[in-house]
């Protein structure tokens, strides 16, 4: 496709459940990022890969939180035993350029999840 | 730690009624600041990148001007299509990479 695309849209979990959100960044983009973002603010920062490589993962909340992006395309979000303040929306973006500047960033829609 | 805060939180204005966004920022090295626009539920889309300060972009009604501590964003003669949240972010070193980092948002309603 054109943009990037995440899936699912929509996820209700109950509390403990494990989920995993994937991502499709644009074909050929080397950056991708993951955020989250509460009802009301802005997104913040998860992680950042470059290619298949995990550069950060300074913004995972917790042990709970795990990502990957194995073949450096599409990446997965995985949240085990999932909390009730894990309700957020998880955005995904990506980026054709690396490194130095990985300038303009196009999102997907993001994933909303909603813990009970 | 690299902070970004933009004011208003939320902006209420007239058709036709001109206004600017703010966005002020702390940041090591800054390498570019981002304007984007989020509508309800969508990813944000990009709008404009600045560089340096004194720099300036423009599209359509929409203004971006950049110093050393802020930018602006200014709106002239919204229209009611120009309602969203608009988003801030800089982009400045981190282990290795340039992390980009987002404001709160001003969430603007244009009202006809």
């Known amino acids: 496709g054109a943009g990037v695309s995440q899936s699912p849209r929509y996820k209700v979990a109950k509390r403990g459940q494990d989920v995993a959100l994937r991502c499709d960044p644009i074909?050929?983009?080397?950056?991708l990022f993951w955020y989250q973002q509460a009802l009301g603010q802005g997104p913040e920062f998860l992680t950042y890969?470059?290619?298949?490589?995990?550069?950060?993962k300074s913004g995972l909340p917790s042990d709970r939180f795990f990502a990957e992006r194995p073949e450096g395309s599409v990446s997965t979000l995985k949240i085990q035993r999932t909390q009730q303040e894990d309700s957020a929306v998880y955005l995904c973006?990506?980026?054709?350029?690396?490194?130095?500047?990985?300038?303009?960033?196009?999102f997907g829609e993001g994933s909303r999840l909603t813990v009970l | 730690e690299d902070q970004v805060t933009q004011s208003p939180e939320a902006l209420r204005l007239q058709e036709g009624e001109s206004s600017s966004l703010n966005c002020s920022y702390t940041v090591s090295g800054l390498r570019g600041l981002f304007w984007y626009r989020q509508d309800p539920g969508k990813g944000p889309e990009f709008l404009f990148t600045?560089?340096?300060a004194g720099e300036e972009k423009e599209k359509e009604r929409l203004k971006a001007t950049l110093t050393k501590k802020e930018s602006f964003l200014h709106i002239t003669a919204p229209k009611p299509e120009d309602s969203a949240t608009y988003l801030c972010a800089v982009q400045a070193p981190s282990w290795g990479y340039q992390k980009v980092t987002f404001g709160t948002g001003t969430k603007l309603q244009v009202i006809p």
């Open positions: 973006a990506s980026s054709v350029l690396a490194g130095m500047n990985t300038g303009e960033l196009f």
């Open positions: 600045l560089y340096s």
């Open positions: 890969f470059q290619n298949e490589a995990q550069l950060d």
């Open positions: 074909s050929g983009h080397v950056s």
